[in-house]
């Protein structure tokens, strides 16, 4: 889909997927490229290091989650009030 | 959510000057809305909601669906809701009769548009042609090619015609994209803005002659495909309409599909693709901003002549809107540290602004075209001596929560497509999230701008 039309800046080269040839800025983006694309074909290694970059993320993303429950929390009655007062 | 008006500028406009000049009798779903014909006092209601918290309601609201959106971060999940579709109709033979159809009823109806719109009766709500072209056209048949789905291919009487006349098929000169398409609907919109078109039904028989020239003209030079993909611009909005649709054809088969996921195979989505988006975008809110206080006062203040001020206030609005955007996609790169490009980034990310541009269009018309839809019709038993007094619907009070709500529920959509297209871009599910910060900031600028001329009060565009 849209991943084969995107244009890549020159001399990106840090970590480059060796299956489809895109660049990642760092290696764990390209471990979750590779794990999301091409996990079939993925050696055991490669395997194992998708999954240790998915885990790595997955506390991230929790907390990212937790911020943006708050987040919404706080907009609802934030506006609860405001609405009460004006 | 409340604000102090009922319809958009134009829709207000527009019904003020086609009321003008032949009795209308108003029937008012609202009792205490009685105003007679005037339908401009109607509109001005006392605010039950301060517009400060109008335009931050709306804002919070696009912030909110945005976090709502990205607790969704199962990859499998996102591309199942972008690519589930169901076929209904599967049989060529049926789209193609279907197809004839509804051409031959294209033809029809432009033949009675042009022949009403010069020959009959001048005033603007006793004018079939005029009605038909406004009301029926430019804000029912829009509103369907985005709820419904686009049809505008086999109804278009233009490339109907154009099929019968030879072409001299000269390729296209392909550096210039769509820029053909983006720079005519610009023009579309400026002569709509400050024209008589919109209620003089000989003027519009004539620009309809002068576009009818143009576009067989670039038919036959270029081959129908060409002209209608690249330089017609009607063509083009109702294409990028239809993508945000629920329903698409492919081939032989009509679908039910999810809500904007054809606006993912825009392609190739070019640099002129990203800017008619903009265009889309930009030229209905323009259309609504020209008729507030605000625009009155800088005509007042800025000595330029009024001539030169629309068509300047147009590109430089339409400028700013596409600098938001492409600040936005730097920003996105920048927080990301993607090896994607930028201009791949405003590329796949611009589509998803249809969504909002067709909340916007639903906003600014359904008012309008409810409250005229009775006049359209009465006139079109009696074309050429239609009865002196048409009915007209006030819509109730309540009516602008609809517009308020269209506007949201198009951001919404934006939102989710836009979330689907960065898990399509990016590896990481955070890295995905974070992409969205800076398009969502120019998401809340536009729909804070557009709800902030929803709840502007009337006054005539200069």
């Known amino acids: 889909m849209r991943t084969e039309r995107l244009s890549y800046d020159d001399g990106s080269d840090t970590a480059v997927c060796e299956y489809c040839g895109r660049p990642f800025p760092d290696d764990d983006l390209l471990a979750l490229h590779r794990g999301t694309r091409h996990f079939e074909q993925l050696p055991d290694d490669q395997q194992a290091a998708y999954e240790a970059a998915y885990a790595d993320e997955q506390e991230s993303v929790r907390l990212f989650r937790l911020k943006a429950l708050g987040g919404l929390i706080l907009v609802y009655f934030g506006f609860l009030m405001v609405y009460a007062v004006v | 959510m409340a604000a102090s008006c009922r319809w958009s500028r134009c829709t207000r406009r527009r019904v003020i000057s086609l009321v003008a000049g032949v009795a209308a009798v108003g029937v008012l779903a609202v009792p205490a809305l009685a105003h007679g014909g005037s339908l401009g006092s109607a509109g001005r209601e006392s605010v039950a909601v301060p517009t400060w918290l109008v335009l931050l309601t709306g804002g919070a609201a696009v912030g909110a669906s945005f976090l709502l959106a990205s607790l969704v971060t199962d990859r499998s999940l996102i591309a199942a809701v972008e690519s589930w579709s169901r076929g209904l109709i599967d049989s060529g033979a049926v789209l193609r009769w279907g197809a004839r159809v509804v051409s031959l009823l294209g033809l029809v109806v432009l033949a009675v548009v042009l022949f009403v719109a010069s020959m ?16 029926g056209w430019w804000a029912g048949y829009t509103m369907s090619t985005y709820l419904v789905g686009n049809t505008w291919p086999a109804l278009n009487p233009w490339r ?18 769509v820029w053909p398409a983006t720079v005519a609907l610009l023009a579309l919109v400026w002569v709509e803005v400050v024209s008589p078109v919109a209620d003089q039904p000989d003027f519009l028989a004539g620009v309809i002659i002068v576009y009818t020239a143009v576009t067989l003209l670039g038919t036959l030079v270029f081959g129908t495909q060409q002209w209608f993909d690249s330089a017609d611009p009607v063509a083009r909005v109702f294409d990028h309409y239809g993508r945000v649709a629920p329903f698409g054809r492919d081939r032989d088969t009509i679908s039910l599909q999810t809500p904007g996921s054809a606006l993912a195979d825009i392609a ?18 323009f259309d609504g901003f020209v008729s507030t206080p605000a625009w009155r006062s800088i005509v007042d203040v800025v000595p330029v002549p ?12 339409f400028g700013l809107f596409l600098a938001a955007f492409y600040g936005a996609a730097r920003a996105s790169k920048r927080i990301t540290g993607t090896c994607v490009t930028t201009a791949s980034l405003v590329r796949e990310f611009a589509p998803s602004l249809l969504a909002i541009a067709a909340g916007y269009h639903l906003a600014h018309y359904l008012g309008y075209f409810i409250s005229l839809l009775p006049a359209l019709a009465t006139v079109a038993t009696a074309p050429l001596a239609p009865p002196a007094e048409v009915t007209l619907l006030v819509a109730p009070d309540w009516f602008e929560t609809v517009g308020m709500l269209a506007i949201l529920v198009g951001h919404f959509l934006a939102i989710w497509v836009a979330h689907a297209t960065a898990f399509d871009i990016f590896p990481g599910r955070l890295q995905a999230i974070r ?9 809340v600028f536009y729909t804070m701008t557009s709800l902030w001329i929803l709840a502007q009060p009337e006054v005539a565009a200069p």
Request: hydrophobic residues 50%; charged residues 5%.
């Open chain 2, 160 to 177: 109907t015609l154009s099929r019968v006349l030879p072409s001299l098929s000269y390729s296209y000169p392909e550096r210039l994209g």
């Open chain 2, 306 to 317: 009024l001539s030169a001020l629309y068509p300047l206030a147009l590109v430089a609005g």
């Open chain 2, 268 to 285: 190739p989505a070019t640099r002129s693709e990203v800017a008619f988006v903009i265009a889309l975008l930009w030229v209905t809110t």
């Open chain 2, 120 to 135: 009959g009766p001048q005033q603007p709500l006793a004018n079939l042609g005029l009605l038909t072209v406004w009301v």
């Open chain 2, 435 to 443: 992409s969205q910060y800076p398009f969502i900031a120019v998401m």
